[in-house]
């Protein structure tokens, strides 16, 4: 059983900047950032595969950094360059394979923390 707890998250205007960091717990494969919109399909924003490969959706165009500390067992999303179309409810998000972007294969979700970009 994986256990994610995430912390971070709020309100900016656009062109700012904010870190969200996620805890995680148990064994997993891989493990990344997602973001859901209302109305809106969930997808992925980031994520550190099997491998220790960072991949990003295509919409971060260099906007956002993920890394993740296998020592205290968290994985951070830096993001830069906030746009309103940014705004989503985030989640963090681990899976029991290498799903990578494909955020239907990840079984295990934190609460998820809301993320608001004034224009």
């Known amino acids: 059983q994986v256990q994610l707890r995430e912390s971070g998250g709020g309100s900016v205007q656009a062109g700012g900047s904010m870190r969200l960091s996620c805890v995680a717990s148990?064994?997993?494969?891989?493990i990344g950032w997602f973001r859901q919109a209302p109305a809106r399909e969930r997808e992925a924003v980031a994520v550190?595969?099997?491998?220790?490969?960072?991949e990003y959706g295509h919409f971060v165009e260099g906007r956002f950094t993920i890394s993740k500390d296998s020592v205290r067992n968290t994985v951070d999303l830096q993001m830069n360059a906030l746009r309103p179309e940014d705004t989503a409810m985030y989640y963090c998000?681990?899976?029991?394979?290498?799903?990578?972007?494909?955020?239907?294969?990840?079984?295990?979700w934190g609460q998820g923390t809301q993320v608001t970009v004034t224009p």
């Open positions: 148990g064994p997993y494969v891989s």
């Open positions: 550190v595969t099997k491998k220790g490969k960072l």
């Open positions: 998000g681990a899976a029991e394979w290498d799903y990578r972007l494909n955020f239907r294969g990840y079984k295990y």
